[in-house]
């Protein structure tokens, strides 16, 4: 995440330690009860500051996912901005191991995102994850608002009505965050230049907020109301699509 790390990539290299401790967790805990987070198993964030699909390569994947397939009440879960087809080619993945497909207007990708798949591709990648036994999840973030923004939802709502197989609708659900922008970001984004900085940083449509890192961040103002225009399109264009929260 860049506003964590604007510049390369860390790749945890005690994958062993890290999975002992996720273990011991799991197992401290009490019976797992249904909430929107899941029905039946206790999930754990794998890729909070990476990307798995993206940074394979780096680590070994496959023993980590190994571990959550086996493991009786811990599941995983992580957000991709890539179709990677080895991760399909594996095992069967019984819904231990959530990926969450992070998709946007395809224009915004070309900005925020130039390095990686396109909207297509990622959507690709839905019905070939699910046949592989992933739980898969729609992760609408960041959402920014624009003058055009509803119209290039629109587009992309369709886009994702027209690739997910009908058998899998019921399954796919979607999480939705709108954008979060801090200066100190923004300073660093004017100062080497990077795209679309214009659209993050809008201070007359955006107020304050303090994290709950204790950081100073700025997010949109009449966010309700802006969350329901969002909400009502999105319930249109796609309503197989269960929103598991939206902020």
């Known amino acids: 995440m860049r506003r964590h790390k604007p510049e390369g ?29 899941d029905d039946t198993y206790w999930v754990y964030e794998i890729g909070m500051n990476s990307d798995l699909s993206l940074h394979a390569k780096h680590f070994d994947w496959q023993k980590v996912f ?57 959507l690709e990648g839905v019905n070939y994850h699910i046949e592989s036994g992933y739980d898969v999840h729609l992760n609408f973030s960041p959402v920014i608002v624009s003058k055009n923004g509803l119209v290039e939802y629109e587009k ?14 019921p399954s796919v659900k979607a999480e939705v965050i709108f954008l979060t922008h801090n200066e100190k970001l923004h300073n660093y ?36 109301k802006l969350i329901s225009q969002w909400t009502a399109l999105h319930n249109q264009c796609i309503p197989w699509n269960t929103i598991r929260y939206i902020f």
């Open 189 to 224: 984004n004017v100062q080497n230049n990077i795209p679309g900085e214009d659209l993050l940083w809008n201070p007359q449509y955006q107020e304050k907020k303090v994290s709950q890192y204790g950081g100073t961040n700025v997010r949109y103002k009449n966010k309700a």
């Open 66 to 122: 190994r571990f959550f397939l086996d493991h009786k009440t811990a599941k995983a879960t992580f957000a991709t901005k890539r179709y990677y087809v080895p991760l399909t080619k594996s095992y069967y993945f019984n819904k231990k191991v959530r990926i969450r497909f992070s998709i946007m207007p395809e224009n915004l990708r070309k900005i925020y995102e130039p390095y990686t798949d396109s909207i297509e591709r990622r």
């Open 9 to 37: 990539v860390d790749v945890a290299t005690n994958i062993d330690t890290i999975l002992d401790k996720i273990n011991d967790h799991a197992l401290s805990l009490p019976i797992k009860k249904p909430n929107q987070v």
């Open 156 to 169: 992309l709502f369709n886009l994702v009505d027209k690739y997910v197989h009908p058998e899998y609708k």
